[in-house]
């Protein structure tokens, strides 16, 4: 959808913590880390004792450096060796990519094993800092989420994030921290969907013409080409008749950029608030060249019930078209958008449709309060003085917990039992 914010009187008030937050912190912060269940039990494993010879070791090593140095060197190295602790940043920065997207028929696979793609929105996040990133993908990713949508072309709120300037050249400390976040993805196993937009009476929010739309094209899979891991949305709403509209022809002369520069990258362009007729299919599959469906269904109260259906509907057009393609549910509806709030139950409900009736995946939208002062919290469209789940009501918090168990997915992806996340309260004045 396209936003137009307008400053409301209304105050809003939102305090509460995120799910899981002892857990997002220890990986970020080592001291805060709580003690392992190996390390509490009667008589120290082996891999307990080398910890703790190794702790001893290093602070010894250190201790010139002055006590708090030595301990804060020890953990911080003893932590990198550790069997069971992740790649440090060095590591990170020099470890080899591992995730590839791909399609087969109306599914997509990773590595080759066909998976639904459970996705969020995460609009601001080259606005965001790293800390804030690497805590909420921690926290979604354990709750099986696996795919997160950014765009590419942000300026909201006073916050000009765009990775590429209005002739589609590059900016280039965005476009890094877009290339750093595709990077961290693609070593955790995550799919990032990597979204374009057209503006033609705003350039400083989108792309004011062909030419500029090309060449952003050309800097952004240039840049992104050793990565397996994202896909391309070329035109968000790419149909709707306003500053966003890209006609199927130019789709198609875009589409055929990427294919020169990057042949073996998937691509598509969304459409605007509506289920998809025959036209819509023929104009993404045949004359663009496009290799999924991304439609924006509707937002009112009926759509939740009517997406399994839809989804069928749409199947059934790619079958007489005898092209199979997936269909990705982008930006359904969220909270916050307009006067009917969708609760939990209802998001869901839209959740569950579209993998009875065959969709390939389906994101968790979230995005700023129309009707509140400042339209906070602002959610995934502003992440600069707040990470997405401390932004998150509990209507929603119940929805990332509830998401990977509706559709049958285990959200622990390392297979060991977990204790329960601690329930969250949320406190709000509307």
């Not at 590591?91 to 997207?101: A, F, G, P, V, Y």
């Amino acid at each position: 959808m396209k936003y137009r914010f307008v400053m409301k009187s209304k105050t809003t008030a939102l305090g509460f913590s995120a799910i899981d937050e002892h857990r997002g912190e220890f990986r970020s912060d080592p001291s805060a880390r709580p003690a392992r269940r190996a390390d509490r039990s009667i008589g120290l494993s082996n891999r307990s004792v080398w910890f703790s010879v190794g702790v001893i070791a290093l602070v010894s090593a250190s201790i010139a450096a002055g006590p708090r140095a030595a301990v804060s060197t020890a953990l911080a190295q003893t932590e990198s060796k550790h069997p069971n602790a992740g790649p440090t940043e060095v590591d990170q920065k020099t470890s080899e990519r591992r995730t590839i997207l791909g399609v087969k028929g109306s599914r997509f696979t990773l590595d080759g094993k066909e998976t639904f793609l459970l996705g969020f929105s995460y609009y601001g996040a080259a606005g965001a800092p790293e800390d804030f990133v690497r805590r909420d993908l921690d926290d979604l990713q354990r709750r099986g989420f696996n795919w997160l949508r950014v765009w590419a072309t942000c300026n909201l709120f006073e916050q000009d994030i765009t990775v590429v300037d209005s002739t589609g050249g590059p900016r280039e400390h965005q476009l890094n921290k877009l290339k750093n976040i595709v990077a961290d993805c693609d070593r955790r196993g995550l799919v990032v969907d990597v979204t374009l937009t057209r503006d033609k009476s705003n350039p400083g929010t989108g792309l004011p013409n062909l030419t500029a739309h090309l060449r952003a094209v050309r800097t952004v899979v240039t840049a992104l080409k050793p990565y397996q891991n994202w896909f391309l949305d070329l035109a968000n709403e790419r149909d709707v008749g306003d500053d966003r509209y890209v006609p199927a022809v130019e789709l198609k002369t875009l589409r055929d950029e990427v294919r020169r520069l990057d042949p073996q990258r998937l691509v598509t362009a969304s459409f605007g608030g509506h289920d998809l007729g025959p036209q819509d299919v023929r104009d993404s599959l045949q004359t663009a060249g496009l290799d999924f469906l991304t439609p924006h269904r509707p937002r009112d109260r009926t759509s939740p019930a009517q997406t399994e259906a839809k989804t069928r509907e749409t199947l059934a057009l790619l079958m007489e078209m005898s092209r199979l393609a997936p269909i990705l549910y982008q930006e359904p509806l969220r909270r916050g958008y307009i006067a009917w709030n969708p609760t939990s139950a209802d998001l869901l409900t839209d959740l569950r449709g579209a993998k009875a009736g065959g969709a390939a995946g389906w994101c968790f939208h979230n995005g700023p309060e129309r009707e509140s002062r400042e339209n906070r919290p602002r959610r995934s469209f502003d992440l600069r003085s707040q990470r997405l789940l401390d932004q998150l009501d509990a209507e929603e918090l119940i929805v990332v917990r509830r998401a990977s168990i509706e559709i049958g997915r285990n959200g622990d992806d390392d297979g060991r039992r977990r204790k329960p996340a601690p329930q969250v309260q949320t406190h709000r004045s509307e």
